[in-house]
Nanobody, 116 residues
């Protein structure tokens, strides 16, 4: 069956860095646009970053441009989100998403907490 498994979340101080990973299985990974979303307590889920199937195109939310970088290694069925210069407002559960036309899959989420 389809699985998306995220890892790499944790507690970090403001200004610190984390790298999230998401590994997919049960589908043709390279066909899928991959995205990272996040949801903070009391807020709606929002798109953070996305990358095309080939990895040639990325886009980012304005709030993370210049600080976050998304990449993928199709041979490993894995996408990454490198998060630098983290701020307290980046605190959220981060979810991995795979999309291909009307097909869409979600991971279980990983908590990122930015606090002194």
């Amino acid at each position: 069956q389809v699985q998306l498994v995220e890892s790499g979340g944790g507690l970090v101080q403001p200004g610190g860095s984390l790298r999230l990973s998401c590994t997919g299985s049960g589908f043709t990974f390279s066909n899928y646009r991959m995205s990272w979303y996040r949801q903070a307590p009391g807020k709606e889920r929002e798109l953070v970053a996305a990358i095309s199937g080939s990895g040639g195109r990325t886009n980012y939310a304005d709030s993370v441009k210049g600080r976050f970088a998304m990449s993928r290694v199709n041979a490993e069925n894995t996408v990454y989100l490198q998060m630098n210069s983290l701020k307290p407002e980046d605190t959220a559960v981060y979810y991995c998403n795979a999309g291909f036309y009307t097909l869409e899959y979600w991971g279980q989420g990983t908590q990122v907490t930015v606090s002194p």
